[in-house]
């Protein structure tokens, strides 16, 4: 799960980090009594007016703007950027709508840094990024100039030790600032270190880390994402999550403990499984890319799904305009297929059934599910295994004539 | 033989009055495994099923059953204090099953692992293996199956199935025991971004034993266990291994189902998979229909 620039500011204060004075806004007057309050708090007309949304590049898409004027500046401003379509290079062409904004003092800086927190899979620690080259990102830095990226991995029985910040602090330069410089650098550290433990983060992304001209070490941009298998001891959560930024679909399925991903093809897809719903959208792309046919979902409603998820999923399914076709793969372990049998006749019945529809089922209780479908009276395709339902979905939307 | 788990294993139950614990626990018993004890915290003394007894700590049920295997199914809260106390009690394999453990309770859990089996090199010792979590189990049919498989579907035979995936795993072994193809062991190592058991060393096993003629290994998107797995095959491994990479279809960034099975920053993708495993000698097949096919066809 993702959270807002701002809300990411709110949790690293929590632990101490040091972060400029902001307010957040969700109308252009709030916006512009932020700033009123701002510049009267620091003595500083200049603020920064920056667009929440949760994709990186707000910058260069123009979602981020300084207002040297104060706040009638900053109203001006915020009327440009809130309710925008902002194009980032991890939006998408369509973009993203501007809903929230934060109103943030400007600041005197010294120096961008980068500082990134991330679970290293391969090394199984919490590793530390950090780089010289803030502003950037990490990625473009790590394949054109590796050397300019110092990591430290977290030894979790002692926790990230002071030696360890010090050597990224040394490693930046931070000397050239004094060592208080370092000192608070490290501090910094300490801080952020307890953030990621006790907050759960599975990323944390501080770009740029800034070092001010008076000495001081700042977050001036803060990007999260919480382990969201940790949701169950985090009840604060609730309340970060901006459901605008999240895919309505995406959102009902996880409401009802299914996992969910929409795609952009024409064939929608129920299997039980993770690795099999991939591999079911990845036979279903082999079999008819050449024909226009592809997965519109990724649906894995889990192993041990109710006939009310089942037929809630399969309801989903029926009601996307995109769907041309379905195929329902089941290789039942835990899941039974009486189970899935009776959840897709419950929801064919009430909703209808007007695309073609291919079922395959295997595993535990499978006569019982084909039974269950053979008296449903619903007209059904049976496959013998994954690459024959794939076929019979690429002749039923091709032949169906239901167009792409 | 087989690898990890046999006739000889002698199986603990964490968790076995809960309802997934239970439910398993009796499937488990009915396809011949041996379970010899169950533990729930506060539940010491109750018979489960009216014959395997149940403790309070897993050091009383290993004291009094001389259990070397343990399957956890206790919810994610306490998932990884289970592991650990089933290491601290001296338990060899620990197969977790739960899915949903925070990914930072599996660091420290990794880091006991990882000092414990070090120690255990150093002496000579048997090493402590975790496998899962967030796994279907491991099955040596017709001896023992620990986990949430469905048993029906296995054939005794010599061929090895490695996989991050449940329902893949099942697929590949339905098509194996329709080609009239058994195994020797089915190992799930689940599907979660830090885990025990690696593709590298289950990989090693099935080399190592020689009841285990070709193996079949299933990857997915995300992380680099396939990668490496790949250069294992290059450069130890002698029997035929067919692979499968879950994902050529998945869009960047998003977490398809498993907690693990996510591209990040253009990394993990099954292209990059398939081509590791490919330049190593195995061949990767080309649809999920053909993991058993594909392993025929290497095999003389």
């Keep these: ?404 | 033989m087989s690898i990890l788990v046999g006739k000889d294993t002698k199986l603990l139950v964490q968790g076995i009055t809960g309802g997934a614990g239970s439910f398993h626990a009796k499937q488990m018993i009915e396809y011949g495994t041996n379970v010899v004890g169950g533990v729930t915290p506060t539940r010491g003394g109750e018979k489960f099923e009216g014959k395997v007894p149940v403790f309070d700590t897993v050091s009383q049920a290993v004291k009094a059953t001389g259990a070397n295997a343990s399957v956890i199914f206790v919810p994610p809260p306490g998932a990884a204090d289970a592991i650990l106390e089933a290491f601290d009690a001296g338990v060899e394999l620990v197969i977790c099953i739960t899915e949903g453990i925070p990914v930072v309770d599996m660091l420290g859990v990794r880091r006991v692992l990882e000092a414990a089996q070090a120690e255990a090199r150093a002496s000579g010792a048997k090493i402590p293996r975790l496998v899962g979590p967030n796994c279907p189990g491991v099955i040596t049919p017709g001896e023992c199956k620990i986990g949430i498989m469905p048993g029906h579907i296995h054939k005794k035979g010599n061929i090895g199935v490695v996989s991050r995936s449940g329902t893949l795993t099942y697929e590949a072994v339905g098509q194996l025991t329709a080609l009239g193809i058994g195994q020797s062991t089915c190992v799930g190592i689940g599907g979660d971004p830090v885990n025990g058991m690696d593709f590298v060393d289950v990989l090693e096993l099935f080399q190592a034993d020689p009841d285990t003629h070709g193996v079949i290994m299933i990857g997915e998107i995300g992380g680099g266990a396939e990668e490496r797995g790949a250069e294992f095959i290059r450069t130890k491994m002698t029997k035929p291994v067919a692979g499968f990479i879950a994902g050529t279809t998945a869009p960047p960034g998003k977490r398809m189902g498993h907690a693990g099975a996510i591209i990040s920053g253009g990394k993990g993708t099954a292209a990059a998979k398939i081509a590791a495993l490919e330049a190593a000698g195995a061949k990767v097949a080309p649809t999920p229909s053909d993991m058993a096919s594909t392993l025929k066809s290497m095999m003389s």
């Design chain 1, 1 to 404: 799960m993702k959270i807002h620039e701002y809300q990411g500011k709110q949790v690293l204060a929590k632990y101490g980090v040091p972060v400029p004075k902001g307010y957040p806004a969700f109308t252009v007057d709030e916006a512009e009594a932020a700033a009123k309050r701002l510049s009267s708090e620091t003595g500083n007309q200049l603020v920064v007016v920056k667009a929440q949304i949760h994709a990186g590049g707000r910058g260069k898409g123009g979602g981020v703007k300084v207002a040297k004027g104060g706040a009638a500046e900053a109203r001006q401003l915020s009327e440009k950027i809130l309710g925008m379509q902002l194009v980032t290079h991890q939006t998408g062409p369509e973009g993203t709508k501007v809903r929230r904004l934060y109103i943030e003092q400007g600041l005197e800086m010294a120096q961008e840094l980068y500082l990134g927190a991330v679970i290293d899979r391969d090394a199984r620690r919490i590793a530390f990024m950090a780089s010289t080259e803030g502003g950037m990102e990490i990625e473009t830095v790590a394949a054109e100039t590796p050397e300019k990226i110092l990591t430290v991995h977290v030894d979790p029985v002692n926790g990230l030790m002071p030696y360890q910040s010090r050597e990224l602090a040394f490693g930046l330069g931070l000397m050239k600032y004094g060592k208080e410089t370092v000192a608070k650098f490290v501090r910094l550290m300490a801080s952020l270190y307890r953030a990621v433990l006790e907050e759960d983060c599975s990323m944390l992304e501080i770009n740029p880390l800034v070092v001010l001209k008076n000495g001081d070490v700042m977050a001036l941009d803060a990007k999260i994402s919480f382990d969201d298998n940790a949701e169950f001891r985090h009840k604060s959560w609730a309340e970060l999550q901006d459901k605008d930024e999240e895919d309505p679909v995406e959102l009902e399925a996880k409401d009802a403990g299914l996992n969910y991903v929409s795609l952009d093809g024409n064939v929608g897809c129920l299997v039980n499984g993770a690795g099999l719903a991939m591999a079911t959208m990845d036979i279903i792309k082999h079999a008819g890319e050449k024909h226009g046919v592809a997965p519109a979902n990724f649906l894995d409603v889990g192993g041990g799904a109710t006939q009310e998820q089942v037929t809630k999923a399969f309801s989903m399914i029926l009601k996307s305009p995109k769907v041309k076709a379905i195929f329902v793969n089941i290789f039942g372990g835990i899941m039974k297929c009486d189970v899935i049998a009776n959840g897709v006749v419950a929801a064919a019945k009430e909703l209808g059934l007007k695309v073609p529809l291919v079922v395959r089922l295997e595993g535990t209780n499978v006569e019982l599910g084909r039974k269950i479908l053979n008296e449903s009276g619903l007209a059904i395709q049976a496959a013998s295994t994954m690459a024959d339902g794939a076929q019979k979905i690429v002749d039923a939307v091709t032949k169906g004539g239901a167009g792409k």
